[in-house]
């Protein structure tokens, strides 16, 4: 059957063996050299499944471009590193961290460094005073609304019972619910809270988590646990959307799980989900999708997702730690929720194993906190650790952390009974009125029209738009805006802007509005300016054209990667 496989020096190998007058020598030999290609074999089968599988994935192009991809990856790597070019690299990427860390590390007078304990404590009111000046300290405006997403308010009165929950419970630690059964109950009563809001099933379950980050890397782990678990498998593969959150990329590298990008190409944006199917294969432990994505917004296609994932038979997790109590309660507000026609998006489509949701953006809980959601108890064992054996006694931990701060879970708690059903739908209508009003300006106001586009159609609370006209980078927009004190997102692939709409950034939609067409304005003047003088650039660029434009649109990342370590190692400098 399989003998047109095996190499022909190894069949007359194997028709060797059955020859009964060897000497024990020569049997020793033939039988290294047949695990030699035994071994061979294997790897030559190995590599052949690979090619299959990358071929059927990604087609005949799109691996030939995967491997051009490579090699120019490589070209350039070459050229950054050759004489000459290698030092005039290091001496711009050290000008630029320097610059970064002035702009970061606050010194001068006024302002003193303590690297050691004092001597003595404190007084209260020394810390009073200390602490005043360190919540003054000069910053990005986001109390007037110019700060895009960051600050999920939930009003003043809220951060008061907030701030008491916190006082009350700041010893607590649900590590140990003997001693704080309080926590437990809040813990376990915010998870049933936020089932019922995404339609889990009855016996759907949950945790609760430090932040979306940490959400999206238990779905992930949970999903490779599985994967080994009931289905034996050890190269672990998941398939994503390439505008999903970085969370997923940073859990293929934490946990080993190879992670494959489905494009979400123009019109609409979303995972092209034939492409998704191609992806598929015996390896994979999970697929996703996102409602809505970070960069643009944009709700993937999730019944389909659903159905591709009822299908093959792999989970679903759908990320909504974005989309939060926003997403829920659009048809309560009066907005058309996604895909409601189609069965939703979230655990009423069959496929959905798993769903991630913020507490902590459009729920107003204090930062550190989210809730991941399963369909049943099944998929959340596969995230416990447990382990039996522990000198320190028999350990059981739900997440990543040990020890967790249940002052955290008591904010939490506290936010989601003061605003209640009725006010998550009122900020629902503020913040998608906001982001719908913002939309419709870029569509239709006679300056933004003419030389911005809005990305696909967003249906929640982000709105990302880019220059479609020629002569304006859209980098130089996002460079004039932060000049004018707002600090939007720049995106990459492609070029753009986003905004993601919050209660204070709602109250300054009309403010953005008329700002962006001064800037707009101003930027089309340069561009005309520029032509009449046969110029392509001024010289001077702002700092995310200097990012995204040019260290960005070289293929080797390397520069951008050292500058985004500067960026790190300068928030440990005193
Ligand atoms: C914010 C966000 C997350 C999680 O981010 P954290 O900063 O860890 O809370 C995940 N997915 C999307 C789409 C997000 O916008």
């Not at 008061?160 to 419970?169: D, H, R, S, V």
């Not at 506290?414 to 629902?428: H, N, P, Q, R």
């Not at 010289?539 to 390397?558: C, F, M, W």
Request: hydrophobic share 40%; charged share 20%.
């Amino acid at each position: 059957m399989a003998s047109s496989l095996i190499p022909a020096s190894m069949q007359s190998k194997l028709m060797g063996l059955s020859s009964r007058n060897l000497s024990n020598a020569t049997l020793t030999y033939l039988n290294l050299d047949l695990l030699k290609n035994v071994v061979f074999l294997f790897f030559v089968l190995r590599y052949t499944r690979k090619t299959f599988d990358s071929l059927r994935g990604y087609g005949i192009i799109g691996s030939i471009k995967r491997v051009f991809a490579v090699i120019r990856l490589w070209v350039y790597y070459l050229f950054l590193r050759a004489p000459g070019v290698r030092g005039q690299v290091d001496k711009q990427v050290t000008t630029a961290i320097t610059k970064l860390e002035e702009k970061m590390v606050r010194r001068g007078p006024g302002i003193t460094t303590y690297l050691t304990l004092p001597k003595e404590g404190w007084t209260s009111e020394q810390i009073r005073a200390e602490l005043t000046q360190l919540a003054g300290m000069e910053h990005a405006k986001w109390e007037e609304g110019r700060v895009s997403g960051a600050v999920y308010h939930g009003g003043e009165d809220l951060s008061k019972l907030q701030t008491e929950a916190i006082g009350t419970f700041a010893v607590s630690n649900p590590l140990h619910p003997d001693v704080f059964p309080g926590i437990r109950k809040m813990e376990s009563e915010i998870v049933a809270m936020v089932l019922s809001l995404f339609h889990g099933p009855s016996d759907g379950a949950g945790v609760t988590t430090s932040g979306g980050t940490e959400s999206i890397l238990m779905a992930c782990l949970a999903a490779r646990q599985k994967g080994r678990a009931e289905r034996g498998i050890t190269e672990p593969e998941m398939v994503v959307p390439e505008t999903v959150h970085a969370a997923f990329f940073k859990a293929g590298n934490y946990f080993g799980i190879k992670v494959h990008q489905v494009p979400c190409p123009a019109p609409d944006y979303k995972v092209h989900i034939p492409s998704v199917r191609r992806l598929i294969n015996r390896n994979t432990v999970l697929i996703v999708g996102s409602a809505p994505n970070f960069p643009h917004g944009i709700v993937d296609d999730i019944p389909a997702l659903s159905r591709l994932a009822v299908k093959y038979k792999i989970p679903l997790h759908v990320d909504c730690c974005l989309g939060s109590f926003v997403i829920a309660f659009l048809k309560k507000a009066g907005f058309p929720s996604p895909y409601e026609e189609e069965g939703g998006f979230d655990f009423r489509q069959p496929g959905v194993t798993s769903i991630s949701v913020d507490t902590h953006k459009y729920g107003f809980a204090p930062k550190g906190n989210s809730v991941l959601l399963y369909r049943n108890r099944s998929y959340r064992n596969h995230q416990y650790f447990i382990f039996p054996e522990w000198t320190g006694g028999v350990y059981a931990s739900p997440s990543i952390a040990g020890s967790r701060s249940g002052a955290l879970i008591a904010g939490c708690w506290v936010s989601l009974m003061t605003i209640g059903e009725a006010g998550y739908v009122a900020s629902c209508h503020q913040i998608m009125g906001a982001a719908k009003q913002f939309e419709t300006a870029i569509r239709e106001d006679p300056i933004l029209s003419a030389n911005l586009e809005v990305i696909g159609n967003p249906e929640v609370s982000v709105v990302a738009f880019a220059s479609k006209n020629f002569g304006i980078d859209t980098y130089d927009i996002a460079d004039a805006m932060s000049a004018k004190g707002w600090h939007l997102n720049a995106l990459q692939d492609p070029p753009a802007i986003h905004v993601a709409f919050t209660r204070p950034t709602a109250l300054a939609v009309e403010k953005l509005q008329t700002e962006l067409a001064e800037v707009v304005s101003a930027e089309l003047a340069k561009a005309e300016e520029r032509q009449r003088q046969g110029k392509s650039y001024a010289n001077k660029r702002g700092d995310t054209a200097a990012l995204y434009g040019v260290a960005g649109s070289l293929p080797d990342k390397s520069i951008v990667s050292r500058l985004a370590e500067g960026f790190l190692d300068a928030l440990y400098k005193p």
